[in-house]
């Protein structure tokens, strides 16, 4: 297991979170000023129900009608391509972005938007964190993001809109082909995405 840097501002010797062990710190002055934040996701860690298989990984929903970001089980659809035999994995958020709801042309629209930097703290990310969103959602009548907008303290750059999953996935390349599980401190950098995108 790599070595836990600081989420605020990427120093190691970082300690984690003794509640949801999800997240860590290089020291109070990093670990104050985020607790309004991180507290509103760290019991979650500690109280997720089972995992229904090993396909499942966990993600953040930031449901587009409540203030309270949720931690969910997605199931990652595992595909072998026939050509060469790349495996790769899609995560099952049709549902959870309400696409159906949406008017026919609008129904195939996802958007994967890659985050492996950190623009507001000024460091790399040695990981991949995943927004997906709803491609369409500026112009198929998508309702503003409720628990976005709440979590951001209204201070979001961007009209985001419609129901919100973020993912993580191991690695940094161009087109990462897995998933894993996400930690509490990728909800800092999806929220510094809102706040910076």
């Keep these: 297991m790599a070595t836990p840097t600081c989420v605020i501002c990427n120093g190691s010797d ?6 949801c062990h999800s997240i860590s710190y290089c020291s109070p002055e990093c670990q104050k000023p985020d607790w309004p934040l991180h507290k ?3 019991k979650t860690f500690t109280t997720l129900p ?3 298989s090993p396909s499942h990984k966990l993600a953040i929903l930031f449901p587009v009608d409540s203030k309270d970001p949720q931690l969910i089980w997605i199931k990652c659809e595992r595909h072998v391509d026939d050509e060469d035999g790349i495996a790769w994995e899609m995560p099952d958020t049709q549902h959870l972005l309400e696409i159906e709801n949406l008017d ?4 195939h629209a996802r958007e994967f938007k890659s985050i492996t930097r950190s623009v507001l703290r000024g460091f790399n990310l040695s990981y991949t964190v995943q927004v997906i969103c709803r491609e369409t959602f500026l112009i198929d009548g998508s309702t503003p993001n409720v628990c976005v907008r709440h979590t951001t303290k209204g201070q979001m750059t961007h009209d985001w809109r419609g129901p919100i999953v973020v993912t993580r996935q191991p ?4 087109d990462p082909l897995f998933y894993e599980d996400i930690k509490a401190g990728d909800f800092r950098v999806a929220i510094d995405y809102f706040l910076s995108y």
């Design 40 to 42: 509103m996701i760290c």
């Design 171 to 174: 690695g940094t390349a161009i």
């Design 50 to 52: 089972l995992r229904p």
């Design 14 to 19: 970082a300690k984690f979170c003794s509640l």
């Design 104 to 107: 026919l042309k609008y129904q």
